[in-house]
């Protein structure tokens, strides 16, 4: 059973704290990804990857950074966490050749 | 970034009842995905679908890769109270090369009433 797991599901940090949010997955895939998801805004890609230590900015990258050391293993950092990073973060990876994609459980970040 | 249009936005049914959903894109695509939603967890992958005109079935769950390769159809049948949820489509068009980036939809809320 493929699986893509998340380091937390619920996460609570203070403004200016630098956040990291670990993903995992077991499916030997080249591409990964971190989306972030608000209600009515949807899926927002924020940084994906294509192979170990490959990266490339999504849709909405400020304020964020990435990490891929290891094909296994996309982590997304928060250098400095804002008020409006409160959001559920969701990790995915892809199987190139087949084209399936699959997700994380999530992680609810709240940011007071 | 882009979304997909997806419709009807929301649906609220009585159980038993069939369910259909559908997204549209303005260009076209190679693989469309389906997925669905539960409140606080990640998107779970239904059905995947990578030829135009393909038919897929997951047990009530069918989706179809429309002709013109810029939409795609879900439709569950007898739904039962644990369909409630959001309903997801994702595209990859054929310029998603090798960024492998996935268009998704603006999602479906699906209620039942038992």
């Known amino acids: 059973d493929v699986k893509v797991t998340q380091s937390s599901r619920y996460l609570v940090k203070r403004t200016g704290e630098k956040v990291f949010l670990e993903c995992v997955q077991d499916m030997d895939h080249e591409n990964m990804f971190w989306y972030r998801q608000d209600p009515g805004l949807g899926l927002r890609l924020i940084y994906f990857s294509y192979d170990v230590k490959m990266k490339e900015k999504g849709d909405i990258p400020e304020g964020y950074s990435v990490s891929r050391e290891k094909k296994e293993r996309f982590s997304l950092i928060l250098e400095s966490a804002s008020t409006n990073q409160t959001s559920m973060y969701l990790c995915?990876?892809?199987?190139?050749?087949?084209?399936?994609?699959?997700f994380g459980p999530g992680t609810r970040l709240t940011v007071l | 970034g882009q979304q997909l249009n997806q419709s009807p936005q929301s649906m609220f049914i009585q159980e038993g009842e069939d369910v259909s959903m559908n997204c549209t894109s303005s260009s076209i695509f190679n693989t469309w995905l389906w997925y669905k939603q539960d409140p606080g967890e990640g998107p779970v992958l239904l059905i995947a679908l990578y030829k135009a005109g393909e038919l897929t079935s997951n047990g009530r769950l069918t989706a179809q890769f429309g002709i013109t390769r810029k939409d795609s159809f879900l439709n569950i049948s007898a739904s039962i109270p644990s369909d409630v949820g959001i309903y997801f489509c994702a595209g990859q068009g054929p310029d998603g090369g090798a960024t492998n980036k996935l268009i998704f939809g603006t999602g479906t809320l699906l209620a039942v009433q038992p």
């Open positions: 995915a990876s892809r199987n190139e050749i087949i084209g399936e994609q699959f």
